[in-house]
């Protein structure tokens, strides 16, 4: 499971190195680190190419990652939890930059725009989705995550 491992968005604009930098200077005692790689330019962080969600599902731009990213994806989430999005729900509705809420037995997903047929699929899986206008802080080049500070509670 992820919460027993973590992952570093490696960008093109990023050094390699700066994993093992990471590594050195931080205590990550009982977790493994391990970097995702992204290869596509329509993605510039983690959050814009992909969204764990509370049942264990992830919603993956598949063309953001290289293969080696992408296998270690499937093997954390297990292959079928593993929702391809669109290019449409990636780069114009930035589903991946949602945020997704679980409290008692709901499971909640608040974002800016879903395509009809991702809707659908979320909400047959028992998500339901909220949505957020939220266009305007597009031109920030982010959405509702990146205005969000998780305090762990």
């Known amino acids: 499971q992820w919460y027993q491992r973590r992952v570093r968005g490696r960008p093109d604009r990023s050094e390699k ?7 050195e200077n931080l205590d990550f005692t009982g977790t493994e680190l391990h970097p995702l790689h992204l290869v596509s330019d329509k993605c510039y962080h983690l959050d814009t190419a992909m969204l764990n969600l509370s049942q ?12 080696e990213s992408l296998d270690l994806i499937k093997e954390v989430n297990g292959e079928g939890n593993i929702i391809e999005i669109s290019e449409e729900d990636c780069v114009q509705n ?8 679980h409290s008692g037995d ?34 920030s080049g982010g959405s509702i995550r990146c205005s969000v500070l998780d305090i762990g509670i």
């Open 106 to 139: 709901k499971h909640y997903i608040v974002g800016m725009a879903f395509s009809p047929e991702l809707r659908k699929k979320l909400e047959s899986l028992g998500y339901e989705i909220i949505i957020v206008p939220y266009q305007e802080f597009l031109k």
């Open 56 to 67: 264990g599902h992830a919603l993956v731009f598949t063309p953001a990652f290289d293969k």
């Open 17 to 23: 190195r700066s994993l093992e930098t990471v590594k």
């Open 94 to 101: 930035f589903v991946p930059n949602a945020i997704p809420v």
